[in-house]
């Protein structure tokens, strides 16, 4: 198994253009989520799914789209970037609902916005 | 108020001393992660746990369900135990995490 793979590993944007960082996992995971991890601030949820077709808001979305029309891929969009969308992306993926199964990281996306 | 504190943000310990980590947290929970993210920046997930004590290696964790508090100690610390611990506990529903800050964890040879 592969795990939880991400691309780009790295990426330089100027501001206003968009993108989308890609995710995807080989576990048959229901739950996938972005995080995005800033200095100082730690690991911040974007968004999450808890299965196909079905996506929520986690505590930092505005700026991102979400979609997930298969099990495997969970991809982030940035509309517009923006200079405040320079971080660190983690996606994730876990079994069930974080409360009894061990989450599944990516290694991880680093975006930098000009 | 943070729902997860963690404790100490900075730890400096030479090769070979006993550590702990410890972590408390003010929401109701079923289980508790700890995560281990390596200089290189990759995470990884050590434990979950809803009870008592596990133990993988030198990693021992313990959770004390009533008092709301869970520790992480290594034992006989390695350089290559240097990474940032973090502990997450989930939210009622289950679909997100409450996250502690991280503690930094440097070994010295």
């Known amino acids: 198994n592969a795990g939880v793979t991400q691309t780009p590993k790295f990426q330089v944007l100027k501001t206003g253009q968009s993108m989308t960082l890609q995710c995807a996992q080989d576990m048959n995971h229901e739950y996938m989520s972005w995080y995005r991890q800033d200095p100082g601030m730690g690991l911040r949820l974007i968004h999450y799914s808890v299965g196909a077709g079905i996506t929520d808001q986690g505590e930092v979305p505005n700026g991102y789209n979400v979609s997930r029309s298969t099990t495997e891929d969970f991809p982030l969009r940035l509309l517009s970037a923006a200079p405040s969308q320079t971080s660190v992306y983690f996606c994730?993926?876990?079994?069930?609902?974080?409360?009894?199964?061990?989450?599944?990281f990516g290694p991880g996306t680093r975006l930098t916005v000009l | 108020k943070n729902e997860v504190e963690q404790s100490p943000q900075n730890l400096t310990a030479q090769e070979g001393e006993f550590i702990t980590i410890n972590c408390s947290y003010s929401v109701g929970i079923s289980a508790l992660h700890w995560l281990q993210q390596h200089p290189g920046g990759g995470i990884v997930s050590l434990f979950m746990?809803?009870?008592g004590k596990k133990k993988h290696g030198r990693l021992i964790a313990t959770i004390n369900i009533q008092e709301k508090h869970s520790s992480l100690h290594i034992t006989a610390s390695h350089p290559r135990d240097s990474a940032v611990y973090i502990c997450?506990?989930?939210?009622?529903?289950?679909?997100?995490?409450?996250f502690g800050t991280g503690t930094s964890l440097t070994v010295i040879p």
């Open positions: 997450a506990a989930p939210a009622n529903t289950g679909n997100q995490f409450y």
């Open positions: 746990l809803s009870s």
């Open positions: 994730a993926s876990s079994t069930g609902g974080l409360s009894y199964n061990e989450q599944f």
